[in-house]
């Protein structure tokens, strides 16, 4: 009986030399994570995502205007009436601070001389009175000079020719530093004093019923301001209302799925500040026609005194001042109306 070439090897025998094993059991690599993966947005994207979303509300807006052409051009015009009167007084107080200032350059004092006076001490005592520091500049009227003026303004020469002598002193016309009341009545009895000096001659009362008026009516002007003010407020308030109104359902459906009261507000904002822009350009346009309608009669009347005389027209400023103020009360309206409806809706 032949021997086995290759012995079997006994349960539990060592392994022969040379045979590596592996004792260590070999662990698997992880699973894959299957599933959303959370991503940081930029702060650059979400800016660029906030003026698209702010472009194409306010094109929205603008096209649901013109969609309703006839609605939109009325509420327009209630805002352009609201801000034609306050504009007009505001043109019509600019021409009177125009006035005022001409007012302040014609303001003077008369010093009249006495008349035993002769044109030498005539000439120290304008000098004297140059001299005085509240004066500004003076000038110094000769008692013939001053009957060819009263001839000329009065038309009266054939009856002042017949007179043996000339009743009229020299005077000396004063342009004070200072135009207020008070300054001028103390330089009037300071000038009073000098010698050779007979009276001197102040004449502001009209002046200054001039300036109370011009107050008053920036009063007023500011009280209407306001008035109309609040005006605009209350059409685009109101307009504003319905519009959200006979949105209720969408603003309720938006608002289910996670919008915030500043994503539904935006839309009807921007609807505002379209009504207050419109409704300032229809008032420039309102101020312009009533501008030219007025013109002609007002510059024949001016004529009529010897005098030319202009209405005032709004600057590219002052239709910049309008046109921002008419924006942001309509913004401010809308915005007013649309905060108090979304706090009374709930979506459900």
């Known amino acids: 009986m032949k021997p086995s070439a290759t012995p079997r090897r006994a349960k539990g025998a060592a392994p022969k030399a040379g045979r590596k094993v592996s004792t260590q059991r070999q662990e698997a690599p992880p699973p894959k994570r299957r599933g959303a993966n959370s991503q940081q947005t930029r702060f650059s994207s979400r800016l660029r995502a906030w003026g698209r979303h702010h472009r194409a509300m306010s ?13 939109s051009l009325l509420t327009m015009l209630a805002i352009a009436i609201a801000l034609v009167l306050p504009a007009a007084l505001w043109l019509t107080l600019d021409s009177a601070r125009l006035l005022d200032a001409e007012l302040d350059e014609s303001a003077t004092l008369t010093v009249y001389l006495e008349t035993t006076v002769d044109p030498a001490q005539a000439a120290r005592i304008d000098e004297a009175v140059s001299a005085e520091q509240a004066v500004l500049e003076t000038r110094l009227i000769s008692a013939e000079q001053g009957m060819v003026e009263f001839q000329e303004s009065l038309g009266l020469d054939d009856a002042l020719a017949g007179l043996d002598a000339n009743p009229l002193p020299a005077s000396i016309v004063v342009r004070p530093q200072s135009v207020e009341l008070a300054s001028m009545e103390q330089l009037s009895v300071t000038l009073a004093s000098l010698t050779g000096v007979d009276e001197v001659r102040v004449d502001l009362a009209w002046v200054e019923r001039l300036r109370h008026l011009a107050a008053l009516g920036r009063r007023v002007a500011l009280a209407l301001g306001l008035l109309f003010g609040l005006g605009v407020l209350l059409v685009v308030g109101n307009t504003i209302r319905l519009a959200v109104e006979s949105r209720r359902r969408e603003i309720e459906v938006v608002m289910l799925i996670g919008a915030t009261h500043a994503f539904v507000r935006r839309p009807f904002l ?15 346009g309102l101020l312009g026609l009533g501008n030219h309608w007025l013109s002609l009669p007002v510059a024949a009347l001016a004529a009529s005194y010897g005098a030319s005389f202009s209405l005032p027209q709004l600057d590219i400023t002052g239709s910049t001042i309008l046109l921002s103020c008419s924006t942001l009360l309509g913004w ?15 979506p459900r």
Not at 59 to 71: E, K, M, Q, T
Not at 270 to 284: F, K, P, Q, V
Not at 332 to 346: C, D, E, K, N, P
């Open 59 to 71: 094109w929205d807006s603008f096209y649901r205007l013109l969609r309703h052409p006839v609605g």
């Open 270 to 284: 921007y609807s505002g500040a379209w009504y207050g822009l419109g409704g300032g350009i229809l008032s420039l």
């Open 332 to 346: 401010l309206g809308a915005w007013l109306a649309v905060t108090r409806h979304l706090s009374s809706i709930r």
